[in-house]
Nanobody
Framework: QVQLVESGGGLVQPGGSLRLSCTAS????????MGWYRQGSGKQRELVAR???????FYADSVKGRFTISRDNAKDTAYLQMNSLKPEDTDVYYC???????????????WGQGTQVTVSP
């Protein structure tokens, strides 16, 4: 069983910062790409940022220069540092990871439970 556990969401004023964390745990053989997606009510889930095991990064245009994704491979943990937050960043943020369980030879997609980020005065 593999789980992704997120933390760090909350309420912040415009211009403020938040840091999200996501840790993969369970019977893990290896973790490939990790990333963060967000989804608002009635909207499709969209990719925010993604990072490879070698720390190559991809960002959505809407967050470039404001968000930074990083990871600690030894801890199977990814972080999303969000600065200069705007009201339009308000969404539920989901962690995603490509994981190869110890009992499998294939890679599978896993998702966190989601954490609410609200940016409001």
């Amino acid at each position: 069983q593999v789980q992704l556990v997120e933390s760090g969401g909350g309420l912040v004023q415009p211009g403020g910062s938040l840091r999200l964390s996501c840790t993969a745990s369970g019977n893990i053989f290896n973790v490939n790409d990790m990333g963060w997606y967000r989804q608002g009510s009635g909207k499709q889930r969209e990719l925010v940022a993604r990072i490879t095991p070698g720390s190559s990064r991809f960002y959505a245009d809407s967050v470039k220069g404001r968000f930074t994704i990083s990871r600690d491979n030894a801890k199977d943990t990814a972080y999303l540092q969000m600065n200069s937050l705007k009201p339009e960043d308000t969404d539920v943020y989901y962690c995603h990871a490509e994981v190869r369980p110890q009992t499998a030879e294939l890679w599978y997609d896993y998702w966190g439970q989601g954490t609410q980020v609200t940016v409001s005065p």
